[in-house]
């Protein structure tokens, strides 16, 4: 098996393995090490043919293979780049690199509108983070933003093309896991947009998870509209029994009151099991799920900053699911 080395830290991995699965198993071996993991924003592993869109995973090779010891002449998308034995990888060590990854975000951050204050996704947006680490602070475009004509897509869906990064997500779950796509990219170039087939609009049993998978504001939950912010939720675990997907979800709660519903993300921020329509729409009662526990937030998430303690969400849980004896006799370390 070849053997590559990203930021000084060697792994030996399957043949075909791309640069960007790698470091994420490096990620996963030593949670220390997770910074040697490019950002990603259009990859989706569990999306056929996804990535190579929108080039925030760039990395630097600086030695091609044993055999080949050369350098890539540039940077290289780390999600389409299969390992070479005895290839070595520059991620976060190579000044350069994260220079073309600070342009790449802020060719990204050209058209994207201010909308972080009034947007449904801050707090989740991959787009935040990424401006917090590679943006600059003050834009230096002077030209007037695209903007599209809104349209409607359902009433279940709401999309903001102004906010879109045409990350082909969205357009991959309706090809892959739907039985009928009605959306897709429309012309060409920087009028470009996601946009429905004439007097259609997205509604199959799976289509709600196009908002699971964007990765900025551009798909958001019309039911959960406005409702929240989301570090003002409380997110845990449930399930409930149901014959057209896992029925395992995230239920995000305020009081005892079910606010929205999406599906369980692994740490790279992408969905484990996608659930149906009926799960995340039609069942906003806590009493239709069983709840398992808090939801195990990631460390950077601004969910985790202050106010997501285990202590208060073990009293949330006993006061929201009083029937469930488990959680009531289970018991949180203090922090």
Known sequence: ?????????????????TILQAARLIGERNAADRHVVPPTMCYYSSLKTSGGYCRTCIVKVTKGSDKDPRPMPKPV?????????????????DADLLDARRAVTEFLL????LDCPICDQAGECHLQDLGYEHG???????????????IDIGTTIKLHMNRCILCYRCVK????LTDGRVHGVINRGDVSEISTYIQNVVENDFSGNVI????VGALTDRTFRFAS?????????????????SGKAVLWLKGQEVLRVTGRKDQWGEVEDF?????????????????????KIDRHSVIGQGHYELKRQQRMLESAAPNVPELNKAKQPDR
């Not at 098996?1 to 075909?16: A, H, L, S, Y």
């Not at 050209?110 to 509108?113: K, V, Y």
């Not at 779950?173 to 892959?176: F, G, W």
């Open 77 to 93: 998308a780390s999600c389409r780049t299969n390992v070479m034995d005895g290839m070595v990888v520059a991620n976060t060590t």
């Open 110 to 113: 050209i058209n994207h509108p």
């Open 212 to 215: 699971d998978v964007c990765p």
């Open 173 to 176: 779950v309706a090809d892959q």
């Open 1 to 17: 098996m070849p053997k590559v080395t990203i930021d000084n830290i060697e792994i030996e991995v399957p043949e075909g393995t």
């Open 136 to 150: 600059l602070e003050a834009s230096r475009y002077q030209f007037e933003r695209r903007t599209f004509d809104p």
């Open 229 to 245: 912010r989301v570090w003002f939720t409380n997110p845990v675990d449930a399930h409930r029994d149901c014959p057209k997907c």
């Open 275 to 295: 659930i149906c329509n009926e799960c995340r729409f039609e069942h906003k009662d806590l009493k239709a799920w069983t709840v398992e526990g808090p939801r």
